[in-house]
Each structure stands twice: as C-alpha cells, then as structure tokens.
C-alpha cells in the first residue's frame, strides 16, 4: 500500500511566480490537509478538504494561497505571485474516511514526504 | 485558539538511556494525542491516544494520556542513536486538524 505522494520534492521559483503543489493520499483515503513548516518551527495547520469540498480553510492565508481536491486527481496547493516568507516546506498528510457505526476516530493522519519551497 | 506545549525543547542522552517527553494540551473539544517521530522528512505516525489511562506500547516506546491533567507523555527505553528525531505531539478536536507542538529534539551519543 503506497503512502502518501507529494511532488515535487523540492520547488524553486522566483518571486512574483507560481508555485503548485501535488498530493495523492494514501488508498482509501478520502481526507486531506496541508500543512506548513517554517524554519525552526513546528507544523502549521492550512486547510482539510475532501473530494470536492474544503471542510476547513482557517490556517490559510486570505491572499495567494488555494487548494482543491478534484473528483478524480490529487490535491493541489497553489501559491500564487509568491514570496520569500513563503519559503517552507509543505507537507500532505491523509486520512480515512469515518465509517458510520465504527468506533473509534478518523484522526489518524499519515504524512508524505512533503514539498520544499524555494522562493529566490 | 489552540495549544500544545513540549518539553524540553532539546535533549541529548546516551546510548542505552531512558527517556521521557512531556505534552500539555489546551484544544478545543478535545479528541486525541498523537506522537510523530521526524527526521529530517515526513512525521511518521507513532501513537494516537484517546482514552485517560492506558498506555499504548511499540517495542521500547510507550504513550500515557492524562485528560484530567491535559497531559501525555512518550517514553523511550534503551535509547539507540536511530532514535536520534524531533519527536512532534499533536492534539486534535472534532475540528480534525492537528495542533502541533514545536518538538522535542533528542539526540542519542554513542
């Protein structure tokens, strides 16, 4: 069962550019977030989606940033006219879906291997 | 807006040593802990808790969760120097996003 699967690894772009970021999630999983590590800090919360939904967005920026799920494909994050505070690196994670009437909780997320952003 | 505090921030022990790392939480509607280990890449998935009490074992590591105290901690016995990680608490809610403390950097010397 392959996990989950960030491309690229590592991104360099200039700024004023665009930056897209993939994710597939682990097979089975229907549950996406993003996440943001900044140099010497712990991880960020951006956005949770499923298919075709943004569930919750509240760690994203208001401006430049988005992300979508599609129906068939993976999660993009987009960066748009980026910046050098932008520079981090931005990790997927997965999770299952909640099964009705399975005890237990869907929180479990697995990582991929994240994306390192460059903005020069 | 949500918590989670490690403690120490950094530690270095030998090998064979016995560890102990701390978490405190404050999250909202408060539904699991979980334990990542990360080195240098992805957070690997080490323990979720969700229930005060019981401990959850894999090989030498060990998680306790205290929901009274708001509270867990994550045990390593005989330390190797591949434990060598910054090792991430996270607390999560009915909110599904994980809440993440800054590490705990260990590192394990011969």
């Known amino acids: 069962n392959a996990g989950v699967m960030q491309n690229p690894r590592h991104l360099v772009r200039r700024r004023g550019q665009e930056a897209r970021l993939r994710c597939s999630p682990m097979k089975g999983h229907s549950h996406v977030y993003w996440y943001r590590q900044l140099p010497e800090e712990g991880l960020k919360f951006m956005v949770y989606l499923q298919k075709e939904n943004i569930i919750d967005e509240s760690g994203m920026p208001k401006e430049r940033f988005s992300a979508e799920f599609p129906k068939e494909g993976p999660s993009i994050l987009r960066i748009q006219q980026v910046v050098r505070g932008d520079s981090a690196a931005y990790f997927c994670?997965?999770?299952?879906?909640?099964?009705?009437?399975?005890?237990?909780?869907?929180?479990?997320?697995?990582f991929g291997p994240g994306t390192r952003l460059t903005v020069t | 807006e949500d918590k989670v505090v490690q403690s120490p921030l950094s530690l270095v022990v030998h090998e064979g040593d016995t560890v102990t790392l701390n978490c405190s939480y404050e999250v909202t509607n408060f539904r699991s802990l979980l334990w990542y280990k990360q080195e240098k890449k992805a957070p690997t998935f080490l323990f979720m808790l969700t229930s005060s009490g019981i401990e959850k074992k894999s090989g030498r590591l060990s998680s306790i969760l205290d929901k009274k105290e708001l509270f867990s901690i994550l045990n390593i016995t005989a330390t190797q120097t591949g434990d060598s990680a910054v090792y991430l608490c996270?607390?999560?809610?009915?909110?599904?996003?994980?809440?993440f403390g800054t590490g705990t950097r260990l590192q394990v010397t011969l």
């Open positions: 996270a607390g999560t809610g009915t909110a599904s996003k994980l809440t």
């Open positions: 994670a997965s999770s299952p879906r909640r099964q009705r009437g399975v005890s237990g909780s869907s929180h479990e997320q697995y």
